[in-house]
């Protein structure tokens, strides 16, 4: 079957936001590659670049996180978008509540931590750096 790892793109802050996902998931960062690893003559890198992260993964299940820093000469990026979200599906009521405490921290709540009649659980909110995620979980 086949894996779908979300890749997310930041103004900057991609290290910090990691490391803010990573208190909530847990595990240990893969893949780190900054700008000035990859520097050439071909691909220049400012010296004010040169430690953002072109790269950055945090293994979450079977799947990835995974994330860079947009250089400016490439623009700004668009972390406050409303055309998609990251949903994640947890094993039980407990984790939900728990994933969610940990990435609403700080963010804007859209849907609010509810149950229905069934035990399912859901939540829509955008989290501190601008990124957008559903958690919810059903008992069937």
């Known amino acids: 079957m086949a894996q779908i790892n979300p890749h997310i793109n930041f103004n900057g802050n991609a290290e910090e936001a990691f490391a803010f ?7 240990d960062f893969v893949n780190i590659i900054r700008f000035k690893e990859i520097s050439s ?22 799947s990835y996180l995974i994330a860079n820093d947009v250089p400016e000469s490439m623009g700004r990026t668009n972390e406050k978008e409303n055309r998609s979200k990251i949903s994640i599906r947890a094993d039980s009521k407990v984790e939900a509540l728990k994933l969610y405490n940990g990435l609403s921290a700080g963010g804007q709540t859209e849907i609010p931590f509810q ?23 059903n008992p069937e």
């Open 21 to 27: 996902y990573r208190s909530v998931f847990g595990g």
């Open 41 to 62: 003559a071909e691909f220049p890198v400012p010296e004010h670049e040169a430690n953002k992260l072109m790269n950055i993964a945090l293994p979450i299940g079977n």
């Open 115 to 137: 149950e229905d009649p069934s035990g399912s659980v859901y939540a829509m909110f955008r989290d501190k750096y601008g990124i957008e995620w559903i958690v919810n979980f």
